[in-house]
């Protein structure tokens, strides 16, 4: 159950945040040619790895996720698309063959992993000179309620991503330079949505807001996870938080 909330509040994200995604969507397909050869890591359910093909319809695109299941979703939706191949892989392990590559697409991907700093490099080797990176990261949950048990939610997620050594709040910026990219771009991106909202955004608030009741469950009283409910839907508003940075290889 747990998993089949992960994935249908990945895609509700895209579908709720579209004016976000479809921007960066943009920015990406200004970075390449039209049959440009495009490696999304950390694919997920693929909402990037289907928008970039929707957007640049001669790009092949190889979508790399180590979750079998989540794959098999994207197989699904991505309908026998020819210019989609999936590659199940462990980014922290040995990478199968995916270079060259004319872009590296890592949403929400590039704090999961142990050494950032050597995945980098790996990205600097797939891609051929003049190729690019786009990295879009986020700093929490999006919010949806305007009370305490909310905010001391978020708290103590953030407290657990720190004690689980994920690489949140980082300055990517910094890292692509570190690896030998130059940057060319960084952007954050304040996303506010206000009522009415439509029902997708309605059962995003209930997804997400349910995630994390079950992730807090022994760390928030009961009176604090039973505040963390989506409010009516003509009270609801959606408040997100996304940096993204650009870089290329420059040789």
């Known amino acids: 159950m747990a998993h089949q909330h992960m994935t249908e509040m990945l895609d509700l994200d895209a579908e709720v945040l579209h004016e976000f995604h479809r921007e960066v969507i943009s920015w990406a397909g200004a970075l390449v040619p039209a049959k440009a050869r495009i490696v999304d890591l950390g694919a997920g359910t693929g909402t990037g790895t289907l928008a970039l093909a929707r957007?640049?319809?001669?790009?092949e695109i190889i979508a790399v996720d180590v979750d079998d299941e989540m794959l098999a979703h994207l197989r699904h939706?991505?309908?026998?698309?020819?210019?989609i191949r999936t590659v199940q892989a462990d980014l922290d392990g040995d990478w199968?063959?995916?270079?060259?590559?004319d872009l590296v697409w890592a949403s929400a991907s590039?704090?999961?992993?142990?050494?950032?700093?050597?995945?980098l490099g790996q990205i600097h080797d797939l891609?051929?000179?003049?190729?690019?990176?786009?990295?879009?990261?986020?700093?929490?949950?999006?919010?949806?309620l305007h009370n305490e048990a909310e905010e001391r939610g978020h708290a103590e997620i953030d407290r657990m991503r720190h004690e689980a050594g994920l690489h949140m709040h980082e300055d990517w910026g910094a890292r692509l330079r570190k690896a030998g990219f130059?940057?060319?771009g960084e952007r954050r991106f304040d996303i506010e949505l206000r009522p009415p909202l439509p029902a997708n955004a309605v059962r995003y608030a209930e997804v997400t807001l349910h995630r994390m009741r079950d992730?807090?469950?022994?760390?928030?009283?009961?009176?604090?996870?039973?505040?963390?409910?989506a409010p009516a839907p003509g009270e609801l508003t959606i408040r997100a938080t996304r940096t993204v940075w650009s870089g290329v290889k420059t040789s």
Do not use: Q, V, Y
């Open 55 to 59: 957007h640049l319809p001669e790009a």
């Open 77 to 83: 939706r991505a309908g026998g698309n020819d210019r």
């Open 96 to 101: 199968p063959e995916l270079g060259p590559a």
């Open 110 to 119: 590039m704090h999961h992993l142990k050494d950032p700093d050597r995945t």
């Open 127 to 144: 891609l051929r000179p003049g190729g690019a990176i786009l990295i879009t990261e986020l700093d929490a949950f999006p919010r949806f």
């Open 182 to 184: 130059e940057l060319r």
């Open 215 to 229: 992730r807090l469950a022994d760390r928030l009283s009961p009176d604090e996870l039973a505040a963390l409910t």
